[in-house]
């Protein structure tokens, strides 16, 4: 859900680049983007389940209760909360690299071409912009490189490929993924 509501925000704000919009969906996604999650977290706790009380405050079970006694509606209750802040959380990175792949593909040659042609901004967006736009695997490509290179020990020589030149083998899974989904 967080993909596609960033997706879709990250479209809105490229193709309305330098207008209000764009500046508000992206001052948004530099706030959310500069929050520590674990104080995110916090704050909406405060909010929500002690406030409001809406959300339990924390466990994976009602007090009480064992996790195998509780229900799965009192188990999806105390997985709300967390899986929306960590939702929240990913939004803006994905909003910020779609709206900026799909600027770099509006000042594009073919761009201009397109537009030559008499294709409206909207239409080019649908037709071209989607399709170059990142993909799943393409955004979480450097999510993935850092877990990767994070679990390099240095001085240690792998015969593995992937722990011996991940970023080759990354860019290669990838851009084979890519492929066969275009």
Same mark, same amino acid.
């Given at each position: 859900?967080?993909?596609?509501?960033g997706?879709? #925000? %990250?479209i809105?704000? %490229?193709?309305?680049?330098?207008? &209000?919009?764009?500046?508000?969906?992206?001052?948004?996604? $530099?706030? &959310?983007a500069? !929050?520590p999650t674990f104080?995110?977290? !916090?704050?909406?706790?405060l *909010?929500f389940?002690?406030?409001?009380?809406?959300s339990? !405050?924390?466990?994976s079970?009602?007090?009480?209760?064992?996790f195998? @006694?509780a229900? #799965?509606?009192?188990?999806?209750?105390?997985?709300? #909360?967390p899986?929306? *802040?960590?939702?929240?959380v990913?939004?803006?990175?994905?909003?910020m690299?779609? =709206?900026t792949r799909?600027?770099?593909?509006?000042? +594009? /040659? $073919?761009?201009? &071409?397109?537009r +030559?042609? %008499? @294709?409206?901004?909207?239409? &080019?967006?649908? =037709?071209? %912009?989607?399709?170059?736009?990142?993909?799943p695997? +393409? *955004?979480?490509?450097?999510v993935?490189?850092?877990? !990767? /290179?994070?679990n390099?020990?240095?001085?240690h020589?792998?015969p593995?490929?992937?722990?011996?030149?991940?970023a080759?083998?990354? /860019?290669?899974?990838f851009?084979?993924? /890519?492929?066969?989904?275009?």
């Amino acid at each position: 859900a967080s993909g596609l509501l960033g997706a879709g #925000l %990250g479209i809105v704000a %490229g193709k309305n680049r330098g207008r &209000f919009l764009d500046r508000v969906i992206s001052t948004v996604c $530099y706030v &959310f983007a500069a !929050i520590p999650t674990f104080w995110f977290g !916090i704050v909406l706790l405060l *909010i929500f389940a002690v406030w409001l009380k809406w959300s339990p !405050i924390g466990l994976s079970a009602p007090i009480g209760k064992t996790f195998a @006694e509780a229900t #799965l509606a009192e188990r999806l209750n105390h997985l709300v #909360l967390p899986a929306v *802040i960590l939702s929240l959380v990913g939004i803006s990175t994905i909003t910020m690299q779609t =709206r900026t792949r799909l600027i770099e593909e509006q000042n +594009s /040659d $073919y761009a201009l &071409f397109a537009r +030559s042609r %008499g @294709e409206t901004s909207w239409q &080019f967006v649908w =037709r071209h %912009g989607l399709r170059n736009s990142p993909s799943p695997p +393409s *955004i979480t490509h450097p999510v993935l490189r850092e877990a !990767i /290179d994070s679990n390099r020990v240095e001085g240690h020589s792998a015969p593995h490929p992937i722990e011996a030149e991940p970023a080759v083998v990354l /860019d290669a899974v990838f851009r084979l993924a /890519d492929d066969r989904h275009a």
